[in-house]
Every structure is written in C-alpha cells, then in structure tokens.
C-alpha cells in the first residue's frame, strides 16, 4: 500500500514539472528546429532563428519567417552556461506564422505567435485563421491552451467586428450541386 501512495505522488511531482516545460505538443518532448540563420545572444539567454524557420515538437509544428526562443536562468547556470541550455521561458514567432497539430486536426495561421511556459498557452494574432475538417473560423486574436485542449478566437477590438466561422457537419452535408450560387 506504502508503495502505491509512493507511485502516485511521483507521478504527480512528475506530472506536474512537466507542466511548466515548452510544450506546443499536447504530449511535451524535445523541440528540434531548423532556419536559414541562427544567432545566440549568450547575455540575454536568447536564440533567434530567421528565414524559413520550422519548429517541431511531437506531432506539433510552427513555421515562421522569424522565431526567438527566450530561456529561463537557473541558479546552478551562468549566463554562458551554453547556448541554448535550460528550460524555455517563451517563444515569440514574427511573420507568416502557421501552428499546426494533426492529433487535433488544427491548423491555425496568423501574423505573429507567442507561446508562454507558465500558461502553457499560444496566443495568436493578426488575421487569424484557424481551420480543421469541420470548419474555417476567422479572427483577430487566437489562444490555444494546450494541456487544457481549449480554443479561444476573439475578433478585432473595433465596433461591429465579431469572430467568422463556417462548419461543414459531416452528417447533413447538402451536395454540392444542391447548395444555392452566392
């Protein structure tokens, strides 16, 4: 019995460190990258990747023209302590910025992304698109909580803007040829 109350307690110190590591996969794991160019500012702790940049993790990815990744400072690591070492504080990706994630079938587009460890959230903007087989929904701002697997899109804070959508429902789909001309 001592045993299992023992297991259940690891389990939850693991469960619960693991939480506040990068995940833009629901299922966590290492990030591997590619760019065009890679600059690492040892002082800041920051690595910025530019030109045709593509970020993965899991089944998860994000492309972007410009992705900067900031790492947290630990107590045992200097600011040398080598580039790109320690844990992810958040990611901020500039340009086209596509998130895609096939285990959900989403697939999200906007002009930048941040992605915050401690929410664990990735928080999209400007002309948002978000799509997957059901639908298409449109708006300006877009925060994807991702071990919660909540979806948030709001449209643009100006008068009479409001979020756009079409659902295709798999079960009444009317055939195309009985779906009247716009």
């Known amino acids: 019995m001592r045993f299992r109350i023992f297991a259940l307690a690891c389990g939850a110190l693991i469960a619960a460190s693991s939480s506040v590591q990068a995940q833009l996969s629901s299922r966590g794991g290492p990030i591997s990258y590619s760019a065009n160019n890679l600059e690492y500012q040892d002082q800041n702790r920051v690595m910025i990747l530019t030109g045709n940049v593509d970020l993965t993790q899991g089944c998860a990815r994000m492309q972007s023209d410009k992705l900067t990744l ?21 990611i901020i990706a500039e340009g086209e910025v596509h998130f895609v994630r096939p285990d959900l079938d989403q697939r999200a587009r906007g002009d930048r992304a941040e992605y915050l460890a401690a929410t664990d959230a990735v928080t999209m903007t400007g002309n948002v698109v978000l799509t997957n087989t059901s639908g298409v929904l449109r708006g300006d701002s877009l925060v994807l909580q991702v071990g919660q697997g909540r979806t948030t899109l709001t449209p643009a804070a100006k008068p009479g803007e409001r979020v756009r959508g079409v659902l295709n429902p798999k079960d009444k789909q009317a055939a195309p040829s009985a779906q009247p001309a716009c």
């Open 70 to 90: 900031y790492f947290k400072p630990t107590a045992s690591q200097t600011a040398s302590a080598g580039m790109a070492s320690g844990d992810i504080d958040h």
